[in-house]
């Protein structure tokens, strides 16, 4: 079946780095991407949607500057998230799906910002 | 406007017990539905799906089926494992390529 890849797994890293999350779509192509945001014990949070080749729609009360996406192909889509710090430590997830597909989704990201 | 809403949890229940986890939607036109199961630590993975009304998806002993009279989209398991501890997350697309739209999800205990 369809599968999305997600890395890292876990990220550690201190204070002010810059730490890039990738999602491949390694059997189909993702016409749209999407990340979301899990808290612990909640449910996701959309934080934005990508279209191969445009720029990311955010939802509102996401800051664009500070979580870069690019969605340069079809099966890639990279989650940047610039100057990190502690509250930005969470579970970052993945979804990409073809057009009347299902949404598939990456087994996360942990990140951890010290 | 679209929307899930499922059972608030954590629902606990002894290995090899009935399990049901409630789902009702609100959307326009003809949405197709399901559930995603999310194990500690991971991401969802895709457990069942229905596309029209009175569909019935199945997985790994989980079923659910689309009914459109009560918009409801119920997770049924006639005997749960202690394996089946997860979160489970019902959903909604009525578009084909907007993001799915997600309940809050139902946490799910087995024990022994």
């Known amino acids: 079946g369809a599968v999305v890849s997600q890395h890292p797994s876990r990220v550690i890293c201190k204070s002010g780095t810059s730490v890039k999350i990738e999602c491949r779509s390694l059997d189909f192509q993702a016409t749209t991407m999407f990340w979301y945001r899990q808290f612990p014990k909640q449910s996701l949070m959309l934080m934005a949607t990508?279209?191969?080749?445009?720029?990311?729609?955010?939802e509102q009360g996401v800051e664009k500057d500070k979580f870069l996406i690019n969605h340069a192909s079809l099966t890639l889509s990279t989650l940047t998230v610039t100057s990190a710090h502690p509250e930005d430590s969470s579970f970052y997830i993945c979804?990409?799906?073809?057009?009347?597909?299902?949404?598939?989704f990456g087994d996360g990201t942990r990140l951890s910002i010290l | 406007g679209n929307s899930v809403t499922q059972m608030e949890g954590p629902v606990t229940l002894s290995e090899e017990a009935f399990l049901t986890i409630n789902c009702t939607y609100t959307?326009?036109?003809?949405?197709?539905l399901f559930w995603y199961v999310q194990y500690p630590g991971e991401g969802l993975q895709l457990l069942l799906k229905a596309t029209k009304a009175d569909d019935k998806g199945s997985n790994k002993g989980f079923e659910a089926t689309y009914r459109k009279e009560t918009t409801s989209f119920h997770l049924e398991k006639g005997s749960v494992q202690v394996s089946d501890s997860a979160v489970y997350f019902c959903a909604l697309d009525n578009s084909g390529n907007t993001p799915l739209v997600f309940g809050k999800g139902t946490r799910l205990s087995v024990i022994a």
């Open positions: 990508s279209n191969e080749g445009s720029k990311a729609t955010y």
């Open positions: 979804s990409a799906r073809e057009v009347w597909q299902p949404q598939h």
């Open positions: 959307a326009t036109g003809y949405p197709s």
